[in-house]
């Protein structure tokens, strides 16, 4: 780890945390991602597991392939057994950022799969086993900025190679991308749609775990009616023998406890949420606790789709679930109506509500105080308060979209006035403190009030 020099944290969630850093043997900015493979409080790697990863990174260190984030090292921190990985720094936007502003073209969803199963094959050759051996989570495929040539961008996933369970590599991952980058996700499409695309999709779903990728490959080619697919050349130092990493089985809680917990867990903190909303809005408010509780226990299974006819606001959409997402500024609510947890509109003072929405799109109003920068200089944050806390709730434009009209001499008029965002909620880690962040792509995402 001394190798790397951590610049700045750009995102983190349950599977591990990605940094922004500096090769100190090389000069280069890297990404660096610290895996957590059994979960947040399931520790690192021991012994043998170290060894067999350090093997597969040792494999993968240097392949070079177009649309594959080049792995330049890893291995385990020495402390805690932590597996990480570093890969080259591609300067552009996620794809969950792209597909936040406006959607893709069939021609471009298309050619996206297609390369996530030509990288894939090209790993399979160097790591001796057939899989989906990219990371499919939109926030992990990166479009590199214009002029830059490198399109969207894919990453080896550690967490595929890690352990014995090949359905984690299998064509799952295929299916769920093609879902979310269509909008077809819990919808039944017919095989004609897409240009034959959901005809693909359905072939898929059904084929053996044994089909090959070159299979997979040409199906997808013949039914968008492409031209004939390219032979995927294999990587000139193929593994010795097929990767089998002896990842140790640690002690699983029972199915049912977990169920039992997860209940327990969701009454407590329903009733935690229903007393914080009276609190909020006065004795004096009357609220119907069953509609008070329908919002809350919404933002807790923010992927859940209600059937209820009483309920009152339709679900806020999240960014993965459909691939046309509005970022225009939304109406103010009413002011005869109480605002509480679940609504679209809040304030730099909801911080936890705001933490719990982590991953949607929401709307924030506020004074805005100040502008204030990263460490690295990438980020921009518009701030509701001077000398900010740690975990202030504020928004952020980051580098690809520090231009035009998102550039400091633009915003900076809008200080000591009243603006409503538009953005996405990201959960950062500060210091000991969770620090909610609003996500702006463009300059409509932001509306003076007054």
């Known amino acids: 780890m001394k190798r790397f020099e951590i610049e700045d944290m750009v995102d983190q969630d349950a599977s591990g945390v990605v940094f922004r850093a500096v090769d100190t043997s090389t000069g280069r900015v890297v990404a660096l991602r610290r895996f957590f493979p059994f979960g947040v409080d399931g520790g690192g790697l021991e012994g043998d597991e170290q060894l067999a990863y350090g093997n597969a990174v040792e494999i993968l260190t240097g392949l070079q392939y177009p649309g594959l984030r080049a792995v330049v090292g890893g291995g385990c921190d020495s402390v805690d057994g932590m597996p990480f990985i570093t890969t080259e720094w591609i300067d552009g936007?996620?794809?969950?950022?792209?597909?936040?502003?406006?959607?893709?073209?069939?021609?471009?969803?298309?050619?996206?799969?297609?390369?996530?199963?030509?990288?894939?094959?090209?790993?399979?050759?160097?790591?001796?086993?057939?899989?989906?051996?990219?990371?499919?989570?939109?926030?992990?495929?990166?479009?590199?900025?214009?002029?830059?040539?490198?399109?969207?961008?894919?990453?080896?996933?550690?967490?595929?190679?890690?352990?014995?369970?090949?359905?984690?590599?299998?064509f799952a991952s295929l299916v769920s991308l093609t879902e979310d980058l269509m909008g077809w996700r819990g919808r039944l499409v017919a095989d004609h749609e897409g240009r034959g695309l959901a005809r693909w999709l359905s072939w898929l779903r059904g084929v053996s775990s044994q089909t090959r990728l070159e299979e997979v490959r040409e199906a997808l080619s013949a039914c968008l009616k492409a031209v004939p697919p390219i032979a995927v050349s294999r990587p000139v130092r193929p593994a010795s023998k097929p990767l089998a990493l002896p990842i140790k089985k640690r002690r699983r809680v029972p199915a049912a406890l977990f169920g039992i917990l997860a209940l327990a867990l969701m009454a407590a903190g329903g009733w935690v949420l229903i007393q914080w909303n009276y609190a909020r809005i006065g004795h004096g408010a009357k609220v119907h606790v069953l509609d008070v509780l329908e919002d809350d226990v919404e933002l807790d299974l923010k992927p859940a789709k209600k059937k209820s006819v009483a309920k009152r606001v339709e679900p806020e959409p999240v960014v993965h679930d459909a691939p046309v997402v509005s970022t225009e500024p939304t109406e103010p609510t009413e002011p005869t109506k109480a605002v509480v947890v679940g609504k679209n509109c809040f304030t730099p003072n909801d911080r936890d509500p705001l933490i719990a929405q982590d991953g949607n799109l929401v709307s924030l109003e506020g004074v805005f105080s100040e502008i204030a920068y990263s460490k690295s200089g990438k980020t921009m944050y518009l701030q509701f308060s001077k000398q900010a806390g740690l975990g202030d709730v504020r928004a952020a434009v980051e580098k690809a979209n520090l231009t035009g009209d998102l550039t400091e001499e633009k915003l900076r008029p809008l200080i000591g006035k009243r603006i409503r965002l538009r953005g996405m909620v990201k959960v950062y880690q500060a210091g000991s403190s969770q620090r909610p962040v609003i996500l702006i792509l463009n300059r409509r995402s932001i509306e003076v009030v007054n």
Do not use: Y
Request: proline share 1%; with cysteine; glycine share 16%.
């Open 93 to 170: 936007s996620s794809l969950m950022q792209r597909i936040a502003e406006r959607s893709l073209t069939l021609d471009e969803v298309g050619g996206l799969i297609q390369r996530a199963i030509e990288i894939s094959e090209f790993l399979s050759g160097a790591l001796g086993q057939e899989g989906i051996w990219v990371d499919t989570e939109l926030k992990a495929i990166v479009l590199g900025v214009d002029g830059g040539g490198h399109g969207f961008t894919f990453c080896a996933s550690p967490l595929k190679w890690m352990g014995k369970n090949t359905t984690q590599r299998g």
